[in-house]
């Protein structure tokens, strides 16, 4: 502990002119998301891979979109937890704070407008979201506000511009980031003077890279060690729901 009686992790973030914080899946458990490989019912015959790809979409997209479809279902029943918030009562705050983040949930956004933040300049969606929807025609996109239900092809989503199919505006296997949000990603990373490495496992790439471009203070908070502990200078082996507040706190 400091003078202050705060540790150093928590002086660190104080005192940060820069932060940036970079989000996986370990974030959102404690709101109850269902993992991305969980068990559910029809799903424990297909590997991930098998659905989340342009192959199986071309292939099968009523499959494909059933399975999004559950997925939304299931995230629309989760709150954000604790650490959701504390990041939103940061930027609320007025912090220059970089949210990273891997996950298509949506939970940081809403736990954003709750705080009353508009969080679409400091939020980088990395890997797309759940709720935003894209024409495979003509590009356009838009946002739900609830969970579609797909039953039969008449159900799956068209575009109101062209009426081509919408595919989910998340990246899939076999795609590449967006390069423009990706760049802006790298700047946060390379600006910050501390790095919070919060819920993720470390191995997904290039997101994981991140962490090795702030020449600050490198943060980790997880359960488990990762790949990237060996970066850190503090790990801290607990929940994101517990530490983030504690961080920011």
Do not use: K
Not at 131 to 138: I, V
């Amino acid at each position: 502990m400091t003078a202050t009686g705060r540790s150093p992790a928590q002086e660190w973030c104080r005192r940060a002119e820069r932060l940036a914080v970079l989000c996986g899946a370990g974030l959102s458990v404690a709101s109850g998301v269902p993992t991305f490989r969980g068990p559910a019912g029809l799903w424990r015959q297909y590997r991930p891979e098998e659905l989340a790809s342009p192959t199986a979409f071309a292939r099968d997209p009523l499959l494909v979109w059933q399975w999004y479809a559950q997925r939304q279902q299931a995230i629309a029943r989760c709150r954000p937890n604790a650490g959701h918030r504390a990041l939103a009562q940061a930027l609320a705050a007025g912090r220059r704070l970089a949210v990273l983040t891997q996950n298509v949930d949506g939970l940081q956004q809403r736990a954003c407008a709750a705080a009353g933040v508009e969080a679409d300049d400091q939020i980088e969606e990395l890997h797309g979201c759940l709720w935003r929807l894209r024409c495979t025609a003509c590009g356009a996109r838009r946002m739900l506000s609830t969970a579609l239900q797909i039953d039969t092809p008449e159900d799956l989503p068209r575009c109101a511009s062209c009426g081509g199919l919408e595919r989910p505006a998340v990246v899939w296997f076999g795609e590449g980031l967006d390069q423009r949000l990706f760049e802006r990603a790298i700047a946060a990373a390379r600006a910050s003077t501390v790095f919070i490495i919060a819920g993720t496992s470390g191995v997904v790439e290039p997101a994981a890279s991140l962490a090795r471009l702030c020449a600050g203070h490198v943060i980790e908070i997880n359960p488990e060690p990762t790949p990237l502990s060996a970066i850190a200078e503090v790990s801290i082996r607990g929940g994101c729901e517990q530490f983030l507040p504690e961080l920011f706190g």
